[in-house]
C-alpha cells in the first residue's frame, strides 16, 4: 500500500508567476483535499475533490484552481502567485471523506 | 462556521509528567473531532478520533460537548511525545467536510 506522494517537494517561484503542485494519492482512495500552511500556522482547507469534481472550497481565491483525475492523482495550480502564497501545500487523501485523511510530506512555495 | 481553538504554542513537561493538550472547538452541528500529530521532519499523521473511544500511544481524548473541548491527554509524557499536535474538527457532509485545523500545540518532554 503506497502512501500518498508529493511533488516537487521545494519550489521558489517569482511573484506574478503560475504554479502547478502535484499529489497522488493513497491507493484506493478517492477523495483529495489541498492545504495551506503558512509558518506557525495550521492547515488552512483550499478545497476537495471527490471523483473529479470540486465538491468543497474554502476561502481562496479562483487563482486557485484544481484537477482530479481518474486515478485519483490531483494538481493544484496557482496563478497569479503573491508573496503571502509562501507556505507549505499539503494533500490529503481518504476513501469518500471518511475516516482520516492520509497526508502528504508537501511542498514548500516560496514567492519571491 | 467552524473553529478550532488550542491556547498553547508550546507545553513544556518533565518526561513522567502528565499531559493535557487543550482544544476548544465552535460549530454548531455534531462534530468530528480528530487529533494529528507532525514528528520532526515526519509528516502530518492521525493521532485519534473521538469516534473511535481508542489510546493511541496512551493517549485519549474525550469529546466534552457541553464544554466544546476535545483535550488531549496523556498520564506520563515519554521523550518521543515531543511533536507538534493538531486539534482539527470535521463537520457533517458535502463542503462542511473539510477539517478545519487549530495553530497547534508544540510538545517539548524533557528529562
Given at each position: ?112 | ?18 499531559v493535557e ?50 483535550h488531549?491527554k ?38
Amino acid at each position: 500500500e503506497t502512501g500518498v506522494t508529493q511533488s516537487p517537494t521545494h519550489l521558489i517561484k517569482t511573484r506574478g508567476q503560475q504554479v502547478t503542485l502535484r499529489c497522488s494519492s493513497q491507493s484506493g482512495h478517492n477523495t483529495v483535499s489541498w492545504y495551506q500552511q503558512a509558518l506557525g500556522q495550521g492547515p488552512q482547507f483550499i478545497f476537495q475533490y471527490y471523483r473529479e469534481e470540486e465538491n468543497g472550497r474554502g476561502n481562496f481565491p479562483p487563482r486557485f484552481s484544481g484537477l482530479q483525475f481518474p486515478n485519483y492523482s490531483s494538481e493544484l495550480n496557482v496563478n497569479a502567485l503573491e508573496l503571502d502564497d509562501s507556505a507549505l501545500y499539503l494533500c490529503a487523501s481518504s476513501f469518500a471523506g471518511n475516516y482520516g485523511y492520509t497526508f502528504g510530506s508537501g511542498t514548500r512555495l516560496t514567492v519571491v | 462556521a467552524q473553529r478550532v481553538t488550542q491556547p498553547e504554542k508550546l507545553l513544556s513537561v518533565f518526561k513522567g509528567a502528565p499531559v493535557e493538550l487543550k482544544c476548544n472547538y465552535s460549530y454548531s452541528g455534531s462534530p468530528e473531532l480528530f487529533w494529528y500529530v507532525q514528528y520532526s521532519r515526519q509528516r502530518l499523521q492521525l493521532l485519534l478520533r473521538h469516534i473511535s473511544r481508542e489510546s493511541i500511544k496512551g493517549f485519549t481524548a474525550d469529546l466534552n460537548k457541553g464544554e466544546t473541548s476535545f483535550h488531549l491527554k496523556k498520564p506520563f509524557a515519554q521523550e518521543e511525545d515531543s511533536a507538534m499536535y493538531y486539534c482539527a474538527l470535521r463537520g457533517a457532509g458535502g463542503t462542511a467536510s473539510k477539517l478545519t485545523f487549530g495553530t497547534g500545540t508544540r510538545l517539548q518532554v524533557t528529562l
